[in-house]
Structures are given as structure tokens and as C-alpha cells.
T-cell receptor
Framework: KNEVEQSPQNLTAQEGEFITINCSYS?????LHWLQQHPGGGIVSLFM???GKKKHGRLIATINIQEKHSSLHITASHPRDSAVYIC?????????????FGEGTQLTVNP | DAGVIQSPRHEVTEMGQEVTLRCKPI?????LFWYRQTMMRGLELLIY????????DSGMPEDRFSAKMPNASFSTLKIQPSEPRDSAVYFC???????????FGPGTRLTVT
């Protein structure tokens, strides 16, 4: 079992739909990251969370430390949101700065 | 700032050849990370440096891989000899001391034939 699991692996939506991507992890963490990888391959950091909720534009990220679960929400989705979304955690059980990544969720938003 | 700079962006080489990938972190960032991304395994950390010192190289696949950071503004990842299974996209990322957010470079797409 991977330390970080994402669901779904693939998601297709219509423009305007509300989207949720989930991330579950099995270790204690000091931080959780949501990354976006564009079709061209570049990786952008969207959020870093250690508790609660963060919002940036149409993107919302939440984390429940007790349940070891995080969600990334996209409101009013748009075709330009099409990308791979990757969850990554920094374990609090080991020292250092290593990130462990989920396998990613491929999101396609159709016009 | 120009962000994290990687070169080359694309590299095609034959099996057995030496490959050197280069990275320039964001100025002032104390941490530098090398990642590999493949379809089969996703993103994996290979090695990271703090203040030019390698801290965790447990992700380096084997002795064919080596990484150096001779100064705060430059790092290399070398594969010698290269093999077709090394074909992947290699990302470099950097971050500041005390911060969590990492900034990724555009990646180097390596193809070994």
C-alpha cells in the first residue's frame, strides 16, 4: 500500500462543474502539498497545508489531520484547469525534507 | 527571479553514454532537490542538498547515478553509463530554509535509446 493514495486516478468533467480530488495518507505528517502539473510538464505548487483549509481563487484545499485525508476542490471548473493534480506529504515520523508523492489525478474539463 | 533553471530541456542519447543534467536554483534558496518522473512510478525524490551538502540520497537508484552541488547556484545530476530504463523527466526544485513550498524547474526530458 502506498503511503499516499489519490482518488480518482482520472476525472472528466464538464465546464462549470464542482470538482473534488481526494488524498489519503498513512503516516504522520508535518505538511501536505497539492501540486499541479500542466500538459506541457511544468509543476506548480498550489497549496501547502498543515491544518484546516486554504483558498486561492477557485481552488480550495482542506485537510483533516485526524482522518489523514485532504481534498482539493475546484469550483466553476474550466478547460484550463485540465492538468494532473498531485498530492505530496512531508512525514513527521522521519527527519529531513523528503516528500512522498501520490500517483496523481488526471483531470480533464471539457467545454 | 527567473525561477529554477534546468538544462538541457531535452536530451536524447544512446545507451552507455554519459548524461549530465544541470540545475540552477532560485537565488537564496538553501535546499535543492532532484526528482525523477516516470509513467510507472510517478514522481520520486532522488537526492536533496542543504547548503550544498547532500542530506538524503536514498532515492538514487544505483551507482550509475551521482549528484553534486559545488556551490549554492549550481548542481549536476550525472548518469554514467546511461540505460534505456533511465528515460524519464528529471525535475530540480529548490526552497528556502524554514519554508515548505518548493519551486520546480521545467524539467529535463531524457530519452536513452
Amino acid at each position: 500500500k502506498n503511503e499516499v493514495e489519490q482518488s480518482p486516478q482520472n476525472l472528466t468533467a464538464q465546464e462549470g462543474e464542482f470538482i473534488t480530488i481526494n488524498c489519503s495518507y498513512s503516516v504522520g505528517i508535518s505538511a501536505l502539498h497539492w501540486l499541479q502539473q500542466h500538459p506541457g510538464g511544468g509543476i506548480v505548487s498550489l497549496f501547502m497545508l498543515s491544518s484546516g483549509k486554504k483558498k486561492h481563487g477557485r481552488l480550495i484545499a482542506t485537510i483533516n489531520i485526524q482522518e489523514k485525508h485532504s481534498s482539493l476542490h475546484i469550483t466553476a471548473s474550466h478547460p484550463r484547469d485540465s492538468a494532473v493534480y498531485i498530492c505530496a506529504v512531508r512525514s513527521s515520523e522521519t527527519s529531513g525534507s523528503r516528500l512522498t508523492f501520490g500517483e496523481g489525478t488526471q483531470l480533464t474539463v471539457n467545454p | 527571479d527567473a525561477g529554477v533553471i534546468q538544462s538541457p530541456r531535452h536530451e536524447v542519447t544512446e545507451m552507455g553514454q554519459e548524461v549530465t543534467l544541470r540545475c540552477k536554483p532560485i537565488s537564496g534558496h538553501d535546499y535543492l532537490f532532484w526528482y525523477r518522473q516516470t509513467m510507472m512510478r510517478g514522481l520520486e525524490l532522488l537526492i536533496y542538498f542543504n547548503n550544498n551538502v547532500p542530506i538524503d540520497d536514498s532515492g538514487m537508484p544505483e551507482d550509475r547515478f551521482s549528484a553534486k552541488m559545488p556551490n549554492a547556484s549550481f548542481s549536476t545530476l550525472k548518469i554514467q553509463p546511461s540505460e534505456p530504463r533511465d528515460s524519464a523527466v528529471y525535475f530540480c526544485a529548490s526552497r528556502e530554509q524554514g519554508a515548505y513550498e518548493q519551486y520546480f524547474g521545467p524539467g529535463t526530458r531524457l530519452t536513452v535509446t
